[in-house]
């Protein structure tokens, strides 16, 4: 087992909390920043830290502004305050020991996706990255953009005029789109009291970006070599976004649409594949 240790820093005026895994075996290690998505925390990505560490790669899994153990507004899925949690891990990382300062990657997965691509995108030296089911365009049907907007907007009001912010009561969506193709972890998914709590009181206009962005116009910019990974049965983000994604990317990039797999890709029916090519991209490049 790896060593672990819970940690905390400060990013804009927040307390972020993450654990800390480091091989056993190694007095110092390159480590990964792991991001989770929007309504989620990190203990669902402690599996994937273990791997990592297995392999003699340590990781930083992170509970992002307003989730989790870490501080910030509930719920809020702003870009411009994830990419400075990663920007302050970064510094965090660098003052340590025990870590490889040059050898620092992130993987971000969905919302999390997002962040270490406008992270990237932004100048942050990150070695190399993976995303797995990352946003990076909208995911709003047609039909659903407008009810969006203009409830954004109505928050935007509120909060202008010293009310809180409005809060919708989504908690009947989660049962109209599968997270996973495996049963059992889409009821998992489904019936954990975190993800209910965040889908019943959706914040708007604070969660607006974790369901419309618009990341694919600056992955140009990004230097360090990119592994997508997507699942070919993604209900919340189709693959066709993975394709995209990876045409637009310039540098080293390597993309894998896993066909038994839908948008939980580390939790899904094919889990084995995205923990073995995360660990595969990470040894070869950190």
């Known amino acids: 087992m790896p060593r672990q240790e819970t940690i905390q820093f400060r990013s804009l005026g927040a307390s972020i909390v993450g654990r800390l895994f480091l091989p056993r075996q190694l ?137 809180r912010e409005l809060q919708l009561p989504l908690g009947f969506a989660l049962s109209q789109v599968r997270a996973a193709v495996d049963d059992d972890v889409n009821r998992a998914v489904i019936q954990d009291p975190y993800i209910i709590s965040a889908y019943s009181r959706l914040p708007l206009p604070g969660s607006l970006e974790c369901f419309q962005v618009d990341t694919l116009k600056r992955v140009h910019r990004i230097t360090s070599p990119v592994c997508v990974i997507h699942g070919a049965l993604d209900e919340v983000d189709p693959p066709a976004t993975a394709e995209m994604l990876f045409s637009r990317l310039r540098g080293e990039k390597a993309l894998h649409i896993l066909p038994e797999n839908g948008h939980m890709g580390h939790m899904d029916t094919q889990k084995k594949d995205v923990l073995h090519l995360t660990c595969e991209w990470f040894k070869n490049r950190l």
């Open 27 to 163: 007095q110092v290690s390159p480590v990964v920043v792991i991001c989770h998505g929007a309504f989620d925390y990190k203990e669902h990505f402690f599996e994937l830290a273990e791997t990592l560490a297995g392999q003699g790669i340590g990781s930083l899994v992170l509970d992002m502004h307003g989730h989790g153990e870490s501080e910030g507004q509930r719920y809020h899925v702003r870009m411009e305050e994830w990419v400075e949690d990663l920007r302050c891990a970064l510094k965090y990382l660098q003052q340590r020991t025990d870590v490889v300062h040059g050898a620092i990657g992130a993987f971000g997965f969905s919302s999390g996706g997002t962040a270490v691509l406008e992270a990237a995108a932004e100048g942050l030296p990150f070695k190399a990255l993976v995303t797995l089911d990352a946003t990076v365009r909208s995911v709003l049907k047609w039909y659903e953009a407008p009810f969006f907007r203009v409830a954004s907007l109505l928050g935007t009001c509120k909060t202008m005029l010293g009310f």
